[in-house]
């Protein structure tokens, strides 16, 4: 009873802690399926990089299909420094110039960052994943690719 709240919320009031219901193994389905057409595009496989603070690009890395994990899934600290806890001590930002990425967000709005676009060559068209995982509450996710990551001069 305790976490009925902060999972599913209050009757007519959709939880604000949507992560913890956040049907992770489908949205890694997901992720992993733009991965791959992204590649097929490009030529290029795409870093995932989770926009919110922390839980994307963690829960994407443990769920990750293809069990490559961790190394092909990095936080937003390329986009904006100290915002991804540990991932900003891990992962520099340099090796990663001219990279293909995969932006995964909660809400549109992140993609609506200045430090997005001042990062890229070009930006793709922002797509909605609904995720839908045993009988859950769709909970929406959004994608963006971006190509040619810049990171210097940050």
């Known amino acids: 009873m305790f ?8 009757p007519g009031v959709s939880a604000r802690l949507h992560y913890l219901s956040g049907g992770w193994r489908e ?34 890395a443990f769920y990750e299909p293809s069990s490559r994990g961790g190394s092909e ?6 986009f904006i420094r100290g915002e991804s806890l540990m991932y900003d001590y891990w992962y520099p930002t340099a ?25 890229a060559e070009r930006l793709g068209p922002v797509q909605e994943l609904k995720i839908e995982e045993h009988g859950t509450t769709p909970v929406l996710y959004y994608a963006q690719v971006v190509h040619g990551y810049r990171g210097a001069g940050r």
């Open 27 to 60: 949205l890694s389905r997901r992720v992993e399926a733009l991965r791959n057409q992204v590649a097929e595009r490009t030529g290029e496989r795409p870093i995932v990089v989770g926009m919110d603070r922390y839980n994307i690009a963690s829960e994407l």
């Open 95 to 119: 090796a990663f110039e001219g990279k293909t990425l995969l932006l995964i967000a909660p809400r549109a709005e992140y993609f609506d960052d200045p430090r997005v676009e001042a990062h």
């Open 3 to 10: 976490f009925y709240y902060p999972v599913h919320g209050f």
């Open 73 to 78: 899934t990095l936080g937003r600290q390329l």
